[in-house]
């Protein structure tokens, strides 16, 4: 069965940078993309970015430009995203979902990440 | 890009029918029957329930059907039951080779 296993919940200090995972398993890696969509509390779902595992294609929504990266490891089935320079408001549940015709079939469980001085 | 305009909240009885609608612009929505609906109980991930505007994925419930008119989509839920009470979102495609969200809508089974 389809799996994404993400990394566990972070926190850091304002101007800092973290780097999440995101595990897949139970079907080709390089058969589909994958998004990474945050969540802040309370607040409604926000696309970030999409990486083709296969190619290593890359598209940024606008408001990520030059802070975030995403990056994969096809020997370990794997995906990362990289954001810099955190405020406050990147506080926010992040998830990697799997692409399936233009939607996201399957969803990590989400990291937490808490940016607070 | 913005984000696409979904109403911020619905309401119905059980067994009747809602719409929630989707609108955005012709860059997105109106170009490209890439618009996918997800349905978010409160603390889980999303599930998706349409993708390409009307296609169920495999065990979605056939109560949950999608369409699109012009720059706007709709997400209709007939015979409501008290689990379909939850967050909805609709996301598109754009034509920047991104996707972007609507704002969510609460529905809530009266």
């Known amino acids: 069965q389809v799996q994404l296993v993400q990394s566990g919940a972070e926190v850091r200090k304002p101007g800092a940078s973290v780097k999440l995972s995101c595990k897949a398993s139970g079907y080709t890696f390089t058969s589909n993309h994958m998004h990474w969509v945050r969540q802040a509390p309370g607040q409604g779902l926000e696309w970030m970015g999409i990486?083709?595992?296969?190619?290593?294609?890359?598209s940024y929504a606008q408001k990520f430009q030059g802070r975030v990266t995403m990056t994969r490891d096809t020997s370990t089935s794997t995906v990362y995203m990289e954001l810099t320079s955190l405020r406050s408001e990147d506080t926010a549940v992040y998830y990697c979902?799997?692409?399936?015709?233009?939607?996201?079939?399957?969803w990590g469980q989400g990291t937490l990440v808490t940016v607070s001085s | 890009q913005s984000a696409l305009t979904q109403p911020a909240s619905v309401s119905g009885s059980p067994g009747q029918s809602i719409t929630i609608s989707c609108t955005g612009t012709?860059?997105?929505?109106?170009?490209?029957?890439?618009v996918s609906w997800y349905q978010q109980h409160p603390g889980k991930a999303p599930k998706l329930m349409i993708y390409e505007v009307s296609n169920r994925p495999s065990g979605v419930s056939n109560r949950f059907s999608g369409s699109k008119s012009g720059n706007t989509a709709s997400l209709t839920i007939s015979g409501l039951q008290a689990e379909d009470e939850a967050d909805y979102y609709c996301?598109?495609?754009?034509?920047?080779?991104?996707?972007?969200f609507g704002g969510g809508t609460k529905l809530t089974v009266l």
């Open positions: 996301n598109s495609y754009t034509r920047s080779t991104t996707w972007v």
């Open positions: 012709s860059s997105d929505v109106g170009g490209y029957n890439y």
């Open positions: 979902a799997r692409d399936f015709n233009w939607g996201c079939d399957y």
């Open positions: 990486i083709k595992p296969s190619d290593n294609y890359i």
